[in-house]
């Protein structure tokens, strides 16, 4: 059993305690995520998880595909990623979804799908603690 | 980020919750990329509106918008993803499409936009030099940061929406005067054209990518009084599309020795890069091409008027169709002028298109093989519409017109 603890910087308010799901690429809301289900590319679900990413890329739809997601009940709990760009913290603003940066590349390394976290977001700090099998 | 009073009501929602959202997302965003306050804006343009970008979400996302907002500032937006003239497209477009745009355009002209379907929105209100604004549209930013002096960062997605209900966008970067000061120079021959112009802002891009300051000299004994705002509207649209450039500080320059400024690097390019980077750009040759497009950014009417006026008194019939996209304001504000004109031109090969364009738009339908003036068309319809491109001013489209 590993506890792990991470600083992070804040952007959007909230407080979860959440699997997590982590895909180790940037990725594109518009086109490559499944709507309907909340699925990432490779199949595995987000929904009700906080969603752990190094960043995210392509088009400037994004926003909506998240506003999309939160009014579908498919969204994420939450989302941690490395970098946050304009268009990933438009989005998670609008469908008010906790959103903290600043994950490094270890800390995606060392972070799986098996890990259980509590994320507080608050102004323009983050913590997030883990506990992975 | 520090914040007015007015702004501080705002985001507590006392002018409601649209205002209150939009400036949560101005203050967050702003605050992320390191931005000290917000800062009053004259002129919001929107760049995603076209359907085809958009989709579903989008629509859903204006349409709930639309219930409660109101823009607090003079504001446009871009081209649609249909031509206003629906029935003079050249591809049939799909119902249901149609009906999703235009509840799109009622939504954004319920919330207080102007009428305007374009990407040239300097040409209904030309920005005053110094003047904040907040648009998107690549090469609309150029053309105000360039042009006209104004400031504007590209604002992406559905940002510069949300800083027209707001009135206020964040501010950094494009507003700030340290920022505009240029990276690179260029010494670069005089443009004869609008290609050779759009050529110029290719090589800018190429050499500056993501960086957005370039400073290009001309010299003056080739220049005369200076380029056709046409061919300087071309320039920073192309920077724009193949670069992220925001700024084009265009100078003449009459020794032909360009200078440096601060650490920026002096580049010299001549007529035989011209000539190079024309090769890198076109992917067909003329004689290929099924159609001639020109009006990307959109054609201002005054020029609009003089090719038609030349095909007109020449009485050129166009094999190869001449597709010319417009601004929508001008079919917004007709009195039967532009329509029938329109309609007159068609049997003459000529399809004048109001309100959208090749890049947002699925009007390209079958062709495979187009000819443009326009480096910024160049960029786009290959990767987005797969289709290959010859790159030549529309004077070569009318010569080989005329001759039998």
Redesign the interface.
């Known amino acids: 059993m590993r506890r792990l603890l991470y600083h992070l910087?804040g952007?959007?308010d909230g407080a979860v305690i959440a699997p997590l799901v982590v895909y180790k690429s940037k990725l594109s809301f518009y086109g490559e995520v499944n709507?309907e289900a909340g699925k990432l590319p490779d199949g595995r679900s987000f929904k009700g998880r906080i969603l752990v990413i190094p960043g995210t890329k392509g088009s400037?739809?994004?926003?909506?595909?998240l506003?999309?997601l939160s009014?579908r009940g498919t969204a994420p709990q939450a989302i941690v990623a490395g970098e946050?760009e304009?268009?990933l913290?438009?989005g998670a603003?609008?469908a008010g979804i906790p959103l903290a940066?600043g994950l490094r590349p270890a800390g995606l390394e060392e972070l799986d799908d098996e890990c259980w976290c509590h994320l507080v977001v608050k102004g323009?700090f983050a913590r997030m603690t883990c506990v992975c099998p | 980020m520090k914040l007015s009073k007015v702004e501080e009501r705002m985001l507590a929602g006392d002018y409601g919750p649209a205002v209150q959202?939009a400036l949560?997302?101005l203050v967050?965003?702003g605050?992320?990329?390191g931005a000290s306050r917000l800062v009053p804006i004259a002129h919001a343009h929107v760049?995603?509106v076209s359907y085809f970008?958009?989709?579903?979400?989008?629509l859903?996302?204006i349409e709930s918008l639309s219930r409660h907002a109101k823009t607090r500032v003079f504001a446009t937006y871009n081209p649609l993803g249909v031509p206003l003239n629906v029935d003079e497209s050249p591809t049939p477009l799909d119902e249901d499409v149609i009906s999703k745009q235009r509840r799109i355009v009622k939504c954004l002209h319920a919330m207080g936009f102007k009428p305007s379907a374009t990407c040239a929105p300097y040409l209904i209100r030309p920005p005053k030099r110094g003047e904040h604004l907040a648009w998107g549209e690549s090469s609309a930013v150029a053309v105000a940061n360039s042009l006209y002096g104004a400031c504007t960062n590209r604002e992406?997605?559905?940002?510069a929406l949300?800083a027209a209900i707001a009135g206020r966008t964040y501010y950094w970067g494009m507003h700030i005067k340290a920022w505009r000061v240029p990276s690179h120079v260029m010494l670069v021959p005089a443009p004869q054209n609008e290609v050779e112009a759009g050529l110029i802002g290719y090589l800018a891009g190429k050499l500056a990518e993501r960086v957005v300051r370039v400073y290009v000299a001309f010299s003056r004994e080739a220049m005369g009084n200076g380029i056709p705002f046409s061919s300087a509207v071309h320039l920073c649209a192309a920077a724009g599309a193949w670069g992220n450039i925001a700024l084009v500080d265009l100078r003449l320059i009459s020794g032909g020795e360009a200078k440096a400024v601060g650490e920026a690097e002096v580049v010299r390019f001549e007529r035989q890069d011209l000539r190079s980077a024309l090769d890198e750009v076109s992917t067909a040759d003329l004689d290929e091409a099924e159609v001639f497009y020109a009006g990307c950014p959109h054609l201002p009417p005054e020029e609009a008027l003089r090719i038609i006026e030349y095909i007109l008194v020449k009485g050129i019939k166009f094999q190869r169709e001449l597709w010319l996209s417009l601004p929508g304001y001008l079919l917004y504000e007709d009195h039967g002028f532009w329509s029938g004109l329109a309609r007159r031109l068609l049997d003459r090969g000529v399809r004048i298109l109001f309100g959208t364009c090749a890049v947002v738009s699925r009007i390209l339908g079958g062709v495979k093989v187009l000819a443009t003036n326009s480096l910024k068309a160049a960029f786009y319809l290959p990767r987005l519409h797969g289709v290959r491109v010859a790159v030549a001013p529309p004077s070569s489209w009318l010569r080989e017109a005329r001759t039998p």
Do not use: C, Q
């Not at chain 1, 400037?60 to 595909?65: E, H, N, S």
């Not at chain 2, 970008?53 to 989008?58: L, R, S």
């Open positions: 910087r952007h959007v709507r400037t739809v994004a926003p909506y595909v506003l999309s009014k946050a304009p268009m913290i438009t603003v609008l940066s323009a | 959202k949560e997302v967050r965003v605050e992320a990329l760049s995603g970008n958009i989709g579903d979400e989008g859903e996302f992406g997605g559905p940002l949300l």
